[in-house]
């Protein structure tokens, strides 16, 4: 059985950080993309940052403006795990935190055919 599950969330004031991590167990991850969304209450879930799969032992990582400079997405496949540092947190980070991984279209969160549970980041002002 595939799964992933995130750890790592919990309050945080604003400026502070968090490191979130999603251990995969089943299967590995290798020649796939990896990638974190978020979702805050009523608004849909929104991609954070991906790694991406680019051939051998290669991989580029991509944010989301929001978060450019203040997160990093990174894995280690010999622990079959992806992190997401996080610094400079704002209350606009508060958002349920979901990591993903699948082979289409980095993007597009339809592309992920495997998500975790998901980790509650909350950021107080």
């Known amino acids: 059985q595939v799964q992933l599950v995130e750890s790592g969330g919990g309050l945080v004031q604003a400026g502070g950080s968090l490191r979130l991590s999603c251990a995969a167990s089943?299967?590995?991850?290798?020649?796939?993309?990896m990638a974190w969304f978020r979702q805050a209450p009523g608004k849909e879930r929104d991609l954070v940052a991906t790694?991406?799969?680019?051939?051998?032992?290669?991989?580029?990582?991509y944010y989301a403006d929001s978060v450019k400079g203040r997160f990093t997405i990174s894995r280690d496949n010999a622990k079959n795990t992806l992190y997401l540092q996080m610094k400079s947190l704002k209350p606009e980070d508060t958002a349920v935190y979901y990591c993903?991984?699948?082979?289409?279209?980095?993007?597009?969160?339809?592309?992920?055919?495997?998500w975790g549970q998901g980790t509650q980041v909350t950021v107080s002002s």
């Open positions: 993903a991984a699948g082979d289409g279209d980095y993007s597009r969160a339809s592309a992920y055919g495997y």
């Open positions: 790694i991406r799969w680019i051939g051998g032992s290669s991989y580029i990582a």
């Open positions: 089943g299967r590995t991850f290798t020649s796939d993309n």
